[in-house]
């Protein structure tokens, strides 16, 4: 018997030893991979909102970006340093001087802008997939606030900014948001995430 009581003690032991160890060797998880991208759209878009939810930070502290500011905004997966860069007429000419070193881009547009709003936005994505630093870059087009009652469908959106002849061979998501639904939001980026980490196993680059 007092056998048996010593076999049960070493096996205990010898559990504990391993669940300790396993514990203490496991060390620490791998670090996130990083990103570098830049989010671009016209003032009353809803860049900084958008950006400022998934960063859970308080609506009543959110102020719209007039020249540029930098999130680090994190998923599961990965890390994205997201620099927001402000939509007024006057800092729209400077974008470009922000550009290098993205990894990838995020272009937000108000599903319910105006004709000459929505043309003006169409104006300022159409250079930005052709531009020589972005237009290799994966892009996630964000139709905002499709919650209001004149907000323009996906499908409307991707006949009017002529995306498919435009963007063809490029790499693109355009999806609906809106502050109602964050979790589809988050969705659209795991997407874009998708694509940066494709991109990092190109031949090309590794």
Known sequence: ????????????????????????????????????????????????????????????????????????????????????????????????RYYQGSQGVIFVLESAFSEDDLKTARNELHPALQHPQLCTLPFLILANHQDKPAARSVQEIKKYFELEPLARGKRWILKPCSLDDMEAVKDSFSLLINLLEERDFEPSRM
């Open 1 to 96: 018997m007092s056998e048996c009581i010593q076999l049960s003690f070493a096996v205990c032991r010898i559990g504990i030893y391993t669940c300790f160890r396993a514990l203490c060797c496991k060390g620490p998880p791998p670090p996130r991979p990083e990103y570098d991208l830049v989010c671009i759209g016209l003032t009353g878009s809803g860049k900084t909102s958008l950006l400022s939810q998934l960063c859970s930070e308080s609506p009543e502290n959110i102020v719209s970006t007039t020249g540029f500011s930098i999130k680090a905004v994190p998923f599961q997966n990965a890390i994205l340093n997201v620099k927001e860069l402000g939509g007024a007429d006057n800092i729209r000419k400077y974008w470009s």
